[in-house]
């Protein structure tokens, strides 16, 4: 009687054994079926990211112009612009770039809100490289509301770097 219990319970354990086995392969299997359905998935969401980044842009780029335009900057002959849409910010900025004769000026806002977050200009002196010639004005407005001066155009791109990034 001893032994066909034996027998009985190494028969049971077995079973157990190949139905835990069983149900171990098939998780397996929902598992990695899980992992492509999420690396599908994934795929997809950054594939739109990339579609919502260039429809950003090209929102940006279509303000920034409006905003040229309607400020009358398109009829200054040495006027230029550039556009900037910056992710991490979720924010358009247009520089607005006016070289005349005797000087630049320079100017970053935001294109939709108008905010100006960088300003410099610099006009020359008679006499003077224009190396030697300090700008009038160089401040920027940083991301933490602190307004930072400056004494050069690199140090006005350098204070402008984190809204241009």
């Known amino acids: 009687m ?5 027998t ?5 354990l077995l079973i157990a054994v190949a139905v835990l086995g069983s149900l171990l392969y ?28 260039l429809d950003l842009q090209a929102k940006c780029a279509d303000q920034s112009r409006k905003e040229f335009v309607s400020n009358g900057w398109d009829k200054r002959p ?17 520089e607005i770039e006016d070289d005349g ?3 630049t000026s320079r100017v970053v806002s935001d294109a939709f809100e108008g ?8 006009f020359s002196k008679k006499g003077k490289k224009y190396w ?26 350098a204070l402008l770097k984190p809204y241009m990034e």
């Open 101 to 103: 004769v005797n000087g």
């Open 132 to 157: 030697e010639v300090p700008p009038i004005m160089c401040k920027v407005t940083m991301p933490a509301g602190e307004e930072k001066l400056c004494n050069s155009s690199d140090e006005f791109d």
């Open 26 to 53: 098939i998780q397996g299997g929902l598992i990695h079926a899980q992992k492509q359905t999420i690396m599908e998935l994934s795929s997809k969401i950054k594939s739109n990211e990339k579609q919502m980044n």
């Open 115 to 122: 905010k100006v977050y960088g300003n410099y200009m610099w």
């Open 2 to 6: 001893e032994q066909t219990i034996k």
């Open 8 to 12: 009985i319970l190494i028969v049971l």
């Open 78 to 94: 040495l006027t230029t612009f550039s556009n900037h849409y910056n992710e991490r910010l979720n924010k358009c900025f247009i």
